[in-house]
Structures are given as structure tokens and as C-alpha cells.
């Protein structure tokens, strides 16, 4: 497999989750800002969109959109325990977390990294934002992770767009239950691999 990722974009989720499968695959860095590939390759032919994540199968087949991804790496690899066994409550309920992040939280900071977006507009991008941060946080009181005390998909998720805070100016240091779970994130050994791949973290 081959996944296309650009350093700290919402690849990393997709990136984290493969180190955390085991499987094999080849990471190929697709910049956002440029849309080639190091070796001058126009990503746009491989995704009309340009954008990642892109997970390319061995037989050719691509996979886009980072939530789908995510769980077609987990139901790969079911006995690691990535994701709840389709067709369950707990199931539908990691969906609802990937759902929410995807479009409430990752769509949240789109408009504050876009150069377009009018200054008087910012400030209520963000109060939307921390309204929602505010809810996961408490929704995190008494758990280790989003789904209760095993760690998901979901989880490097949310750790993963939650790090795109400090770049737009919005604090997130007063969510402590959301801060606990960043930490816990942040050590395990696939999320240390992922990020030093990606430059994001220096090696040890």
C-alpha cells in the first residue's frame, strides 16, 4: 500500500493508524502547497482534488477521505482492536465521533488557515470552534479516550486536528480532559513514529 500524505495535514490520523496496524506500506510525501511529488509528479493525476489523505492499494485501487480510510485499515487488522466489529452500537458510535470531527472540528479550522477569509469573520470561526472543543472536552470527563477506555481511530483523529490550535491562534490550553487525552496520544510509540516521518517531531 502507499499512503499520500503532506507533514501535519489530516494525513497524520491515516498515517498514525497504519503504524498502529502493523501492515506494511510505503508513505509518499504529496505537498498541499506545491501538489507534486518529489519526484515532479503532478498529484493532481493520482487525485483530481489534490488533496489527502490517499491510500492507494496494492492492486491500484485508491481510498480517499481520512474516516473511511482509517476504518478499512482497522477492519484489516481487527485483533489490534483499532475499531469496534462492524454492524455494532459501539461501531455506529466511533462513526458518529469520525462524522463529528470531520465536519465539525476539521471543517471548523478550514477557514481560519485560508488566506481568504475576512478578518471580522475569524473571530466567530473560532468561538464556533471552542464551543465544540468546550462539548468534546466534557463529553471526555472520566474517560481515557473518545470511545471510553480503548483507544480508536478516532482518537488520533482528534489529536491530530487539535494540533492545527497553535497555528491559528486558537487556545485550547483550558480543556484539561482534552489535554489528558492529547498526552496519552502523543506516547504511544505509532504516533512517535508517524510524526518523526513526518518531521514533526525531531528524532530521538
Known amino acids: 500500500m502507499k499512503l499520500y500524505y503532506s507533514p501535519g495535514a489530516c494525513s497524520l490520523s491515516v498515517h498514525i ?6 501492515l506494511a506500506f510505503e508513505p509518499v510525501l504529496a505537498s498541499t502547497k506545491t501538489h507534486q511529488l518529489k519526484d ?3 498529484y ?3 487525485n483530481p482534488l489534490g488533496a489527502v489523505p490517499l491510500l492507494e492499494l496494492d492492486d491500484g485501487t485508491r481510498l480517499t477521505e481520512g474516516p473511511a480510510i482509517v476504518q478499512y485499515i482497522a477492519d484489516l487488522v481487527p485483533d489490534q482492536q483499532l475499531a469496534p466489529p462492524n454492524g455494532t452500537l459501539a461501531r455506529a458510535q466511533l462513526q458518529s465521533w469520525l462524522n463529528f470531527i470531520s ?3 476539521h471543517q471548523g479550522f478550514s ?3 485560508n488566506p481568504a477569509t475576512p ?3 475569524k473571530p466567530v470561526a473560532i468561538n464556533k470552534l471552542l464551543s465544540r472543543l ?5 463529553e471526555l470527563a472520566g474517560k481515557s479516550f473518545l470511545m471510553g477506555d480503548a483507544y480508536s481511530v478516532a482518537d488520533p483523529y482528534l489529536f491530530n486536528v487539535t494540533n492545527w490550535a497553535r497555528f491559528v491562534g486558537v487556545d485550547i490550553s483550558g480543556f484539561a480532559n482534552l489535554a489528558a487525552l492529547r498526552e496519552r496520544v502523543a506516547a504511544r510509540p505509532a504516533v512517535q ?6 518531521g514533526l517531531v525531531k528524532p530521538s
Open 17 to 22: 493508524t497504519l503504524h498502529e496496524s502493523g
Open 40 to 42: 515532479g509528479t503532478d
Open 44 to 46: 493532481y493525476s493520482i
Open 103 to 105: 465536519t465539525e472540528l
Open 111 to 113: 477557514p481560519l488557515f
Open 119 to 121: 478578518a471580522d469573520y
Open 134 to 138: 468546550k462539548w468534546v472536552d466534557g
Open 193 to 198: 513514529a508517524a510524526m518523526k516521518a513526518e
